[in-house]
């Protein structure tokens, strides 16, 4: 501004400079545009120092947000973990409460009568060793469905079919097994298998005592939406063996309606089938 005024001063001849300085308003040396660089130049400099704030700024809202981020990140890892960690302890709760369920509704209730018989000298020495071997038949039942590493159903079938080979070879009877289920078939439940596996054990329970078949066979296959299991005797039909149906069937029934399956048990003069059929997942064509 000044420098405009300098120059207006000396373009119309104003005798103020003349009287102020007459040798430099006699060159007519004009200001203007060398101060219009000095306010380039000027502004360049503010204009750079507020650039070089900005960006300093901007590199701290960048290592803030990082930390904040980094913070977030531990923060979100911790919550997983956590999770993970409630998660193990609802099932390891749930597989302990299933196990005690299990030991109270079926090994211990067996003990538990067994016991009041002995008590009342209902039960002699024979008696006693057979509810024995129930009770650790039934042991190792829920042990092969409920261990923690029993993810795959065929591997506690196999170690139940192992343990009955023998048992029902010991009463003469031939046994074959039929076992058709692929490696990518849907899993069982470990709860699911135990029940499954109950329901099996109590038929081939009855073969042994009450059928005097020759001959036992076992399918296990795989279809499209369910796992079938069927177990065929020849010996005597259910309705040929002299006695009612006893608890063990309605305990069969009561099972394969908590698997939401569906047991079909026939008999007649050529022996006895008993079907089950456990929905499964669709397996994708």
């Not at 000396?10 to 060159?27: E, F, M, N, T, Y």
């Not at 904040?68 to 911790?78: C, V």
């Not at 009770?135 to 192992?162: E, K, S, V, Y």
Request: proline share 4%.
């Amino acid at each position: 501004m000044a420098a405009g005024i300098h120059d207006y001063m000396v373009s119309w001849d104003v005798g103020l400079l003349k009287r102020l300085a007459p040798d430099w308003a006699g060159q007519r040396i004009f200001l203007l545009h060398h101060g219009a660089n000095l306010l380039l130049a000027c502004m360049g400099g503010l204009l750079a120092a507020r650039f070089i704030r900005t960006v300093d700024s901007l590199e701290n809202i960048n290592l803030t947000l990082e930390s904040r981020m980094a913070d977030r990140e531990r923060q979100l890892a911790a919550n997983f973990e956590r999770m993970a960690e409630l998660q193990r302890q609802h099932a390891a709760t749930q597989e302990r409460q299933l196990i005690m369920r299990e030991i109270h509704d079926g090994l211990g209730s067996r003990l538990f009568t067994s016991l009041s018989r002995v008590e009342r000298g209902d039960m002699d020495t024979l008696q006693i060793a057979e509810v024995l071997r129930q009770c650790i038949a039934d042991m190792r039942l829920a042990l092969d469905a409920l261990a923690p590493d029993a993810q795959d159903f065929r591997a506690a079938l196999g170690n139940f079919l192992f343990r009955w080979q023998r048992q029902l070879g010991e009463a003469g009877m031939q046994v074959s097994w039929t076992i058709d289920v692929p490696d990518d078939a849907p899993t069982l439940t470990p709860q699911s298998s135990l029940q499954l596996l109950r329901i099996a054990q109590e038929a081939l329970t009855n073969v042994l005592k009450h059928s005097g078949a020759a001959r036992v066979q076992v399918h296990l296959r795989q279809a499209r939406d369910a796992l079938e299991l069927e177990i065929v005797d020849d010996g005597r039909g259910m309705h040929e063996r002299g006695r009612p149906p006893g608890r063990g069937i309605d305990n069969m029934r009561a099972r394969a309606r908590q698997l939401g399956a569906h047991l079909a048990l026939h008999g007649g003069p050529g022996g006895t089938r008993v079907a089950l059929r456990v929905p499964t997942p669709v397996r994708p064509a």
